[in-house]
């Protein structure tokens, strides 16, 4: 055998010998190679260029030690919008997707109305609803400048127009009224086990922790956004899975109507509905 013929390698046993999760293997080689899954698995005795295989070897290794996978592709697919992500912002998740739906919902689809998105990380809540509703105006506030750089590559790259603004919730805001707040804040409490676990390891902080309630985030926002919404508008926040009571109890003390919340496609409790009223 050759020394060319004994550096070939397939796609079948490229993915094989990843030793990781076959789904996993799947998607990073799919990224290198720039190609569907389905066609891996129709040519999966194909050989794989020597170049496109060491990269995905490289991927394949730092997946085995727990990167997340929208970190080493730089990309993360959101209300079937493919996103930019990078360590400086949340990954994207399909339970939030249940708040872009709750959104909507409340907004008519030939409607010129006024939304906030707070903590818009990645921008993948603002460029959604954007997408969604051609005629809303959308503001996008964040903290973080790197986050910010982020969210607007990703509008710049669908072509939306947001307006982003750095603030720290609502403190550097135009007082415009708004008819629609949405916002996925930090609600993870301080200390729990799940910092530690998984992806979560290798996101921001500041993005994830609510304080020793998980409340925090969700209690500054819900207090401030009644003088920020029309009356009638709606706040819609996703949160923890145990902060349900928590979160319709704040929203009723603060005076918000039609008070509801909604499990995320799993059945977990996921975001609270209030609208201000008139």
């Known amino acids: 055998m050759s020394r060319v013929e004994a550096d070939v390698v397939v796609i079948g046993r490229l993915v094989e010998d990843s030793e990781l999760p076959r789904r996993e293997a799947e998607l990073l080689l799919c990224h290198v ?26 991927w394949f290794a730092r997946r085995r030690a727990g990167e997340p996978i929208a970190h080493i592709t730089a990309c993360r697919e959101f209300y079937g919008i493919p996103l ?16 872009v739906e709750l959104a909507l919902q409340r907004i008519p689809a030939n409607a010129s109305a006024r939304a906030l998105d707070l903590g818009t990380g990645s921008g993948a809540i603002a460029v959604a609803l954007a997408r969604e509703r051609p005629r809303l105006h959308v503001t996008a506030s964040e903290v973080s400048e ?44 301080e200390g729990d086990e799940h910092l530690g676990l998984g992806d979560v390891r290798f996101e921001p902080r500041v993005a994830l922790l609510g304080g020793e309630s998980g409340l925090d985030c969700i209690e500054v926002i819900a207090a401030q956004a009644r003088a920020r919404l029309r009356p009638g508008g709606w706040l819609i926040l996703e949160h923890g899975h145990d902060q349900r009571d928590g979160c319709m109890t704040l929203f009723r003390d603060l005076g918000y109507l039609g008070i509801e919340d909604f499990d995320d496609l799993a059945g977990i409790p996921r975001v609270c509905a209030g609208r201000r009223g008139g």
Do not use: Q
């Open 33 to 58: 190679m720039g190609c569907g899954r389905a066609y891996l698995i129709a040519h999966r005795d194909d050989s794989v260029h020597p170049l496109e295989a060491g990269r995905a070897r490289a």
């Open 146 to 189: 790197a986050a910010l750089e982020v969210a607007r590559e990703n509008a710049r790259r669908h072509g939306v127009g947001i307006e982003f603004v750095r603030s720290d919730w609502f403190a550097d805001l135009a007082p415009e009224p708004f008819d629609l707040i949405v916002s996925n804040p930090p609600y993870v409490k």
């Open 84 to 99: 930019r992500v990078t360590p400086d912002v949340l990954i994207p998740r399909p339970e939030t997707e249940r708040l």
